[in-house]
């Protein structure tokens, strides 16, 4: 009876998890996994010159540049007004989409 | 000295909110003050590494920064900026010390000394984006102790510090937690 009754609630639970995260969201908490990996030491502070998660004031001229120009200053490194931005945050290992969903993550939250 | 200057207003200006603020409860905790004095300090630590080192350096190419700035004739490091301003401070106040320290120092003086610093400078190297915050008894004295992360964001950082004859690590990357700026306050 225990048995079986395992896997079923293990279907349920994937049915209920699936019904209720978009993939957005999905995409939201891979960036976040990856931003905290490598972005938080800079940004969960703003330490050198970055901006920090969620402070809208510094966000929001940066936002307004776009989505593409961010994701390329990301990969690519940004040398702006503020500080240096070193290309990936300095972990070679993340792919380009891995840099995009951390942009976005951080965007998300500083809008 | 502009550290300095910087450092004494903002200092002034929470002693002043304390002081107008009447019943206790209106004061500011240790740790307000020290996250605000962190903040200007990290801000004008980057100012000077972007508009007067990057700038005069890798920009103009007029002037180098370089650890022996007086036969050189250069700019002093960002660090070494750092640790004159809170060599001045430390001359006038009792009010709260700083200092840039590393479990990895090239100068030997910049290294950990009490139990407290030693565990906060591990603690934000396994903690990236944490700050470290305790309490520590001294000589008999209670101090409020606040470590912030000190990251290597250009490959410079790294590959002074790797190639310098005097430094204990040698692998130093960007993004690395290189050390710590230590902020004590004396409590009560």
Not at chain 1, 66 to 81: D, Y
């Amino acid at each position: 009876m225990k048995i079986s009754a395992y896997p079923s609630i293990a279907v349920v639970a994937i049915l209920l998890s699936a019904c209720s995260e978009s993939p957005e969201q999905v995409a939201l908490e891979q960036g976040k996994a990856i931003w905290e990996g490598t972005c938080a030491v800079c940004h969960a502070q703003g330490l050198a010159g970055s901006p920090p998660i969620g402070n809208k004031k510094m966000w929001a001229k940066r936002i307004e540049k776009g989505l593409p120009v961010l994701f390329e200053h990301a990969k690519n490194g940004f040398s702006g007004e503020t500080g240096l931005m070193p290309p990936r945050g300095g972990n070679e290992d993340l792919t380009d989409h891995q840099v995009e969903l951390a942009v976005k993550y951080m965007v998300s939250q500083s809008q | 000295m502009k550290n300095t200057l910087k450092m004494t207003l903002a200092a002034s200006s929470i002693a002043i909110l304390t002081a107008c603020g009447g019943d206790k409860e209106a004061g500011i905790s240790p740790q307000q003050f020290t996250d605000a004095l962190h903040l200007v300090m990290d801000s004008d630590r980057a100012v000077y590494t972007k508009k007067v080192v990057g700038r005069l350096t890798k920009e103009e190419k007029v002037i180098k920064a370089s650890e022996h700035f007086m036969d050189d004739k250069a700019l002093p490091l960002p660090a070494q900026m750092f640790r004159f301003g809170a060599e001045t401070v430390a001359e006038k106040t009792d009010e709260f010390t700083y200092s840039l320290q590393s479990l990895w120092p090239i100068n030997s003086q910049n290294a950990p000394v009490t139990a407290v610093e030693k565990e906060g400078l591990q603690f934000i190297v396994d903690n990236p984006g944490k700050n470290f915050y305790k309490e520590e008894t001294l000589g008999g004295k209670n101090y409020f102790t606040a470590i912030y992360p000190d990251v290597a964001v250009a490959p410079v950082c790294a590959s002074c510090h790797n190639d310098h004859k005097d430094s204990p690590k040698t692998d130093f990357k960007v993004g690395d937690v290189m050390g710590g700026v230590v902020i004590r306050v004396p409590l009560g």
